[in-house]
């Protein structure tokens, strides 16, 4: 999981000021038709389901996330409750394999109740996982195998981020003489152009007259291909970037020193061996838990109580599977924590995160057949890198190694603002993402039973899910296929076109997603309603 406050779900913090673009906490369960915000009409999808007198069923949602606080005033009373479990024993009362996994579990502990805090950068546990195999060796690619294939093709690109590309030493050693050389590059490619702002493509196009113009122009090509930017201003010396070139420091250190397990450390468990699955504690909480706690909160928090906020879903109860600290999560832990959650009685999954490097997908591939099989929903967020993702370069996804075939119990959501417009950060693509989703200003619960307003698809994945658990609580006869069909269907698709994020471009939805528009609760309850007869 990325730094969580820019890389994991690029959370903006934006209390009160997001008033300038009038949305309104809880916007995101408004209608279009009768609030102007286009939310996702929820107030009008309970009222037709008391219409036709339909009673719900109480399902678990379980979230794949940092940690929750079980003690917050618009959880506690929604949080799932290990019936067959007495917390704080330290004894499996239940024989699952788990001690005190009363709320949930935590993948991320040892029985002695230390937890891991942070994790290192996927790219550079690849590196150094494959170095010896790869490193200095001529490799046929022909002679390999389609696994050895797969490493050999993630090595090379956890490579070039570590060691291969990074910043020249010199610029390493002085960050202010590397952010000077950004302006002056910056400025001289202005002037070229006669732009004062330049994109990828206005760049890519300049034709060069010497040897240092050549220079600057890769330079600044590094910087948008690396740094993922649509465009350069003159305000183009950011603290962002100060954060991108501390990050390559980071890079350049780990090409050095094999990093830290402190994973393997405390949990004792081997990341890459798929047959250990019991490891960890009873502990969600953890000390960490606003992003998952505020993602909890979206899908289920109490309803009609009176405060905080209202949750999506009326008759959830949610546990918390931790498996994702700062830092980069393990596919290990993504898979054991899937499991985990299907055994216990999940029928929705929502997984609010995301990496550029798999090196153990077979894993989640296997436990994503498994929920498939005891129809298990998954709803995951497309990430914040304002990128088009049809690429399958973002895990976990749904697209099973060495196959064409996509998980017929996956859901992948973009994130839009609340004039129906896709949010500058978000993912998208035509191929892989199914629905957008509010994911911008997002008000919900943070521990301390404090409440936040939060952007990034990693709100917009909730949303989704809270639909998906109102469909599955009120039409529990219709499958986990039949759920993402109905959102998927009875998206809303905004009349006018987007702006494409990353980019200076506008296109519709239908180019953005697989559904061409915005999940709507009351256009999917109706649709349920019509299928379940």
Sequence with gaps: MKKITVLFCFITLIINSYAQKTAVPGWHLLDYKTDSFYGISLNQAYKFLAEKKIKSKTIIVAVLDNGIDTTHEDLKQILWRNPKEIPGNKIDDDHNGYADDYYGWNFLGNPDGRNVMSNSSEWIRVYWRYKNKFEGVKINSDSLSQQERYEYTIWQKARSGVVGVGLPQSKLDSLEEYLKEIAFSDSLMQLKLNKPVYTLQDLTAFKPADDQLK?????????????????????????????????????????????????????????????????????????????????????????????????????????????????????????????????????????????????????????????????????????????????????????????????PNWITVGASDCNGMAADFSNYGDKLVDVFSPGVAIYSTIPGSKYML????????????????????????????????????????????????????????????????????????????????
Excluded: W
């Design 215 to 407: 220079n600057i122009q890769d330079f600044l090509s590094d910087l948008f291909n690396r740094f993922e930017i649509a465009d350069v201003k003159n305000t183009f010396v950011t603290s962002e970037l100060k954060d991108y070139v501390v990050g390559q420091e980071r890079k350049a250190a780990g090409g050095k020193v094999p990093p830290e397990n402190n994973r393997k450390e405390i949990t004792g468990d081997d990341d890459t061996n798929p047959s250990t699955k019991y490891y960890g504690n009873g502990d969600v909480y953890a000390n960490d838990g606003l992003h998952g706690t505020h993602v909890s909160g979206i899908i289920a928090a109490e309803r009609n109580n009176g405060i905080g906020m209202d949750g999506v879903a009326d008759n959830v109860r949610i546990m918390m599977v931790r498996m994702a600290p700062e830092g980069d999560e393990f596919d290990k832990d993504i898979a054991m924590g899937m499991r985990y959650a299907v055994d216990n009685g999940a029928k929705v999954i929502n997984i609010s995160l995301g990496k550029s490097l798999s090196p153990d997908k077979k894993m989640i591939d296997d436990a994503v057949r498994y929920a498939a099989s005891k129809d298990v929903l998954i709803v995951q967020a497309a990430g914040n890198s304002k990128r088009d993702i049809n690429g399958f370069d973002n895990f976990p996804n749904p697209k099973y190694l060495f196959t064409d075939s996509l998980a």
């Design 454 to 533: 939060l952007d990034g698809t990693s709100m917009a994945s909730p949303v989704v899910t809270g639909v998906a658990a109102l469909l599955r609580s009120y039409f529990p006869n219709l499958t986990a296929a039949q759920i993402k069909m109905i959102i998927d269907q009875s998206a809303i698709m905004p009349d006018k076109q987007t702006p494409i994020p990353g980019t200076n471009d506008k296109a519709y939805m239908n180019k953005l997603c697989k559904s061409g528009g915005i999940v709507n609760a009351y256009q999917a309850v109706k649709l349920a309603y019509t299928l379940s007869k």
